[in-house]
């Protein structure tokens, strides 16, 4: 791991913690949408964890009956502990140890699937499209950007047709006279 993306994800990790102590589910969106930047520019996938992990975290808890279940204060809680732990390993930079705790709060997003079925797989599933939507704004390929979340392309350009993403920078080409001068530039090679 990068050590700006372990030092970015240590700040937004600590972030994250407060506003899901807080239910501060503007904030949650806010931090999820933070994460794409990097992985972006580096193209990793901690940082791909982390947004869809931040998301789901603030669609989950923002369903009222999410929050009724009985089990939601030990899902919050287990969820809070595992990111703490997360901090402070990646501090320690103990990778092996701050995977573990990431796995922990997805294990615990999976275990809302047996009380809420469709609907929890349902927002890791919409987390995943929606920050490869992200990450694709950013001018990663779609092939890439579906590789490194585990989406097929298909998937992600349906959600991307769906948006205003391919108008916001229309891709605009060089006519091939102006592409050969370029790469002659490039090369050093006259006419």
């Keep these: 791991m990068e ?64 929050q009724e279940y009985k089990g939601w204060e030990a899902f919050k809680e287990s969820c809070l ?15 092996e140890a701050y995977e573990r705790e990431i796995k922990i709060i997805l294990k615990n997003i999976g275990n809302l699937e047996a009380k809420f079925g469709a609907y929890i797989t349902e927002v890791l599933n919409q987390a995943k499209i929606k920050k490869g939507g992200k990450i694709y704004e950013h001018g990663i390929s779609a092939g890439r950007v579906a590789e490194l979340l585990g989406i097929s392309p298909w998937e992600l350009m349906t959600f991307v047709g769906h948006t205003k993403i391919m108008d916001i920078n229309p891709v605009i080409t060089k006519n091939v006279k102006e592409r050969i001068k370029f790469a002659r530039k490039i090369f050093g090679v006259k006419k």
């Design 81 to 95: 502990k595992a990111i703490k732990n997360a901090i402070k390993f990646l501090e320690e930079k103990n990778f």
């Design 3 to 66: 050590d700006v993306v372990r030092q970015d994800i240590i700040s937004l990790l600590k972030r994250v913690y407060n506003a899901f102590e807080k239910k501060d589910l503007f904030q949650l969106k806010i931090l999820s949408n933070y994460t794409i930047h990097n992985a972006g520019i580096f193209q990793d996938p901690d940082s791909i964890k982390i947004a869809i992990i931040i998301y789901s975290i603030g669609k989950i808890t923002h369903n009222q009956k999410v």
